[in-house]
């Protein structure tokens, strides 16, 4: 799953570590799903999402196979 998070982070002036306060979980769990290692549960999108106020699809996207 692709995902904008590092960008939302950059936009809002927000550290990894800062983020995964917001929603509750550590700061290697926000490093993994950036780096698309984890895909995060869909109550955690939800949560991430609100933080940066976007929709959930805004900010994650399936990658579409070849």
């Known amino acids: 799953m692709k ?4 960008v939302e982070r950059a936009r ?3 550290t ?3 983020l995964a306060d917001k929603v509750n ?8 799903i ?3 290692k984890y895909d995060p ?5 939800f949560r ?3 933080v ?3 929709r959930v699809d805004d900010l994650f996207s399936l990658e579409e196979e070849e």
């Open 52 to 54: 940066f106020g976007v």
């Open 16 to 18: 990894q570590a800062e």
């Open 25 to 32: 979980v550590t700061r290697q769990t926000i490093n993994a």
């Open 12 to 14: 809002h002036n927000m």
């Open 34 to 36: 950036e780096a698309s």
């Open 48 to 50: 991430i999402a609100r």
């Open 3 to 6: 995902n904008t998070i590092k």
């Open 41 to 45: 549960s869909a109550t955690l999108a």
